[in-house]
């Protein structure tokens, strides 16, 4: 036989301590209650769970309206809580979310993130975490393009100061070797931010617009990476047809330009440079189709936000 609460002290120092706990746990969470029916849901069954926990450890054979008003007092202070717990939620998540939608290019294409932007939530941070490592990458693949001397071969000037690139061809062609190690590294950057963003504690509705909104802003499906590494591909390809061609010595340095004194390498020359403006537009093209997309999900999410 349960005894009853009453003669019971240290039952009733337990049933108190329980119950202060119980409405610590209700103020600390609330990712999952951020709707109306959520926050009446939730603060029904944690009110009975409190009630529960009193009755047995101090309305035990007390009169009835006793619990039924001490419930309805708990039930007002619990709602009240979670109504709090929820706005702030609300708050924070959504200036966690209005990271996608403060992002801006500069003049270079460059992408400019807000400078509190880590402190927003983990959205942003895995957001811009991403946007950083995808960043470096292809700095770092410009930077070996440079090293193997691929941008110096469309500079007469930069050539008469340092011909070595034109008795290395092969290492501009060594390059194209490298462009699926960097496509892996790209998905791969992609691929865990949004195992990270799957596994942060949002509401799954906004998580996946989210996600749709990364993928619609920050051009990072797997379609547009494969475009892009192509296309960087068919550059080293062109870029080493013309370091062949310069390696004949038939040209002459006239500024930046070069005057061929072989008609042949003119003209192959040319169409290496020609294919080279075709792939530049594909990539502004890709560029501005990004840039456009973003602008576009930016205004449907400053609405939605609004």
Not at 18 to 41: D, E, K, P
Not at 128 to 135: H, S
Not at 195 to 223: C, H, N, W, Y
Request: charged share 20%; hydrophobic share 45%.
């Amino acid at each position: 036989m349960i005894e009853t609460a009453g003669p019971n002290p240290l039952l009733r120092l337990a049933g108190g301590l329980a119950a202060l706990g119980l409405i610590v746990l209700i103020a600390s969470t609330g990712w999952q209650r951020l709707s109306a029916i959520g926050v009446l849901g939730a603060s029904l069954m944690q009110t009975a769970l409190l009630a529960g926990t009193l009755y047995f450890t101090w309305f035990r054979g007390a009169p009835v309206w006793k619990l039924l008003v001490t419930t309805g007092v708990m039930f007002v202070l619990v709602m009240v809580i979670n109504l709090n717990t929820a706005k702030t939620g609300i708050e924070a998540l959504r200036a966690d979310v209005a990271t996608l939608s403060d992002l801006s290019f500069d003049t270079h294409g460059n992408l400019i993130v807000p400078p509190d932007a880590e402190q927003r939530g983990p959205l942003s941070r895995i957001t811009i975490r991403m946007v950083g490592d995808v960043d470096a990458l292809i700095r770092d693949y410009h930077q070996q393009v440079e090293y193997a001397g691929a941008f110096a071969l469309f500079d007469a000037d930069r050539l008469r100061v340092n011909s070595n690139v034109l008795r290395n061809c092969g290492a501009v062609t060594a390059m194209k070797a490298e462009i699926p190690a960097y496509k892996k590294r790209h998905l791969a950057i992609i691929g865990q931010a949004r195992r990270e963003l799957a596994g942060v504690d949002v509401p799954p509705a906004i998580k996946k617009a989210f996600l749709a909104g990364m993928d619609e802003s920050l051009s990072q499906t797997q379609s547009e990476v494969e475009k892009l590494w192509s296309l960087n591909g068919r550059q080293i390809d062109e870029a080493a047809g013309v370091c062949t061609i310069l390696a004949q010595r038939n040209w002459q340095g006239w500024g930046s330009s070069f005057a061929f004194t072989s008609r042949p390498d003119m003209e192959a020359f040319n169409r290496h440079n020609s294919r080279l403006r075709a792939i530049a537009v594909e990539l502004d093209t890709l560029t501005a189709g990004n840039k456009e997309r973003m602008a576009r999900y930016q205004q449907d999410l400053r609405r939605f936000l609004n």
